[in-house]
């Protein structure tokens, strides 16, 4: 082969080198957006992996079961004999308590009249006036003091356990004679020594305690229809 020969085959090879690494470059830059991709895609797959697998402690945790069975014979008692259920929380739990309520006066699975529970999280004028002349520790408790009768119900969810204002509110439901529930986390035990009964998620993950405090709650709804559709409508 000749000199001009190899020195144009050697030009070639450096005009196509550059070329490939440009390619093999965008083929990796691709696959680092697809792993990414992928990556984000498993964030929600961990998530439901996660979930079930603290909902599957939970169906397996004796002491919250044997709670959420408690809990749900107390309201009955209560709503049977006229009383209402009262529901607090912050944030996400507001919005579960909400929740809760409107499965309660309206209905959960079954045609049946309605019964009493208001979720203290939804007046807004109520909200701010409170908390801006008493302030925010105050927000349910003040509610609680012209709402809250003796043989009522407080239903409390705080996934840390820890939040000033739900603390307030159960002591002063006990004060007022109402029975106090909480539903807390994994951190949030010390709420049981200022209520009634108290619920504890097995997960100290506020998302996911947060979910099981829905499920525990829509199975004592059905506790509750079932029970309370059993007996002959109040004169």
Do not use: W
């Not at 006229?82 to 919005?95: D, I, Q, R, T, Y």
């Not at 006066?105 to 007046?123: C, E, H, N, Q, S």
Request: a positive charge; one cysteine or more.
């Amino acid at each position: 082969m000749s000199p001009s020969s190899l020195i144009a085959i050697g030009a070639n090879v450096e005009i196509r080198e550059p070329r490939r690494l440009a390619s093999r470059k965008k083929i990796v830059s691709q696959e680092s957006k697809d792993q990414s991709k992928d990556q984000s895609k498993d964030l929600i797959g961990a998530h439901l992996k996660q979930s079930l697998a603290a909902i599957e402690r939970a169906t397996r945790d004796a002491v919250m079961l044997a709670s959420a069975r408690k809990i749900a014979d107390a309201i009955i008692a209560a709503l049977r004999h006229g009383h209402k259920l009262l529901l607090v929380g912050n944030g996400g739990s507001a919005a579960d308590a909400q929740h809760i309520a409107a499965e309660i006066v309206g209905r959960y699975k079954k045609d049946r009249p309605a019964y009493a529970a208001i979720a203290l999280t939804t007046d807004t004028s109520a909200l701010t006036a409170i908390s801006n002349d008493l302030g925010y520790d105050k927000v349910f408790a003040r509610q609680i003091e012209g709402l809250g009768a003796r043989g009522d119900v407080l239903l409390s969810l705080s996934t840390s356990g820890r939040s000033p204002n739900i603390l307030a509110a159960l002591r002063t439901a006990h004060q007022r004679g109402l029975v106090t529930i909480a539903f807390t986390g994994a951190k949030g035990a010390v709420l049981g020594t200022v209520c009634d009964h108290i619920l504890i998620a097995p997960s100290d993950d506020t998302a996911v305690i947060q979910q099981i405090h829905l499920a525990v709650a829509h199975g004592i709804c059905e506790e509750i229809e079932q029970a309370l559709m059993r007996e002959p409508p109040r004169k």
